[in-house]
């Protein structure tokens, strides 16, 4: 073999090497995003229960069916959660005046679209504004309204925490967990309560778990609940509902 040959076929390696890589890590990624934990509630579309539910392009929009609402609510779902399971949350805030609109995530990964709620802010108009989300979604919630704080009236973390400094952001915060949380990382969400702004509402949920806030069955590392999802659920609308009014 010639030198010209000898080039040829170290040049070939090289380029193998890491195409080998690349193709394993995005066979890694599909197997990853590919288990995920889904809905056990099956999303009814058009106006019953004095709510309407309406499918937008990336969204679910879940709207008061009585009256107009001067105040709107977008919600990232937690890292690979079927957007659907929180239905049951979005559509008790509906029925008491909140429009809700629960973002569809990439791939089940708030992460992969962080400003999904300009989407909303560019074709509604509201008096009111709030963004929040639940685990990851609640982070990558705290991030994106750390860029857009001016557009905004509230954050709402459930079992969620920001590692973006907020302290100064002038935006209402309103932390939930629940006492039987075994996914939240308690040491980093203590640590991370300085990124909030002083006097920020935090709630403790008695008896409630990581998974609860959506109808996704159990969580794989979550403490053993003693409340029903129906009842976290209830409680966690009714704390939202109650600061967004304060």
Not at 10 to 21: E, F, M, N
Not at 121 to 142: F, I, K, P, Q, T
Not at 147 to 164: C, F, I, Q, R, W
Not at 197 to 208: H, V
């Amino acid at each position: 073999m010639g030198k010209e040959g000898k080039t040829m076929k170290k040049w070939k390696k090289r380029l193998l090497i890491p195409g080998i890589v690349l193709a394993g890590a995005a066979v890694a990624f599909i197997i990853y995003v590919s288990d995920y934990y889904h809905s056990e509630v099956v999303v009814s579309y058009g106006e019953r229960d004095g709510i309407q539910v309406q499918a937008g392009e990336n969204y679910i929009e879940f709207l008061p069916g009585e009256k107009e609402a001067d105040t709107a609510f977008v919600f990232y779902p937690g890292a690979k959660v079927e957007y659907t399971s929180y239905a049951p949350l979005m559509e008790r805030l509906a029925g008491e005046g909140i429009a809700c609109y629960l973002m569809h995530m990439p791939c089940n990964l708030a992460v992969l679209d962080m400003n999904s709620a300009d989407e909303i802010r560019r074709e509604y108009d509201y008096d009111n504004w709030y963004v929040g989300g639940h685990s990851l979604g609640g982070a990558m919630a705290a991030a994106y309204v750390s860029k857009n704080a001016e557009d905004y009236d509230g954050l709402v973390l459930l079992g969620a925490y920001s590692t973006k400094d907020l302290s100064d952001s002038g935006l209402k915060v309103l932390s939930i967990y629940g006492s039987e949380d075994g996914v939240l990382n308690r040491e980093k969400y203590e640590e991370d309560k300085d990124n909030l702004p002083a006097g920020f509402s935090e709630l403790e949920i008695p008896g409630g778990n990581h998974a609860y806030y959506g109808a996704y069955g159990e969580q794989k590392g979550d403490g053993h609940a003693r409340i029903t999802p129906e009842e976290q659920q209830e409680e966690t609308a009714g704390e939202i509902l109650d600061w967004m009014e304060e």
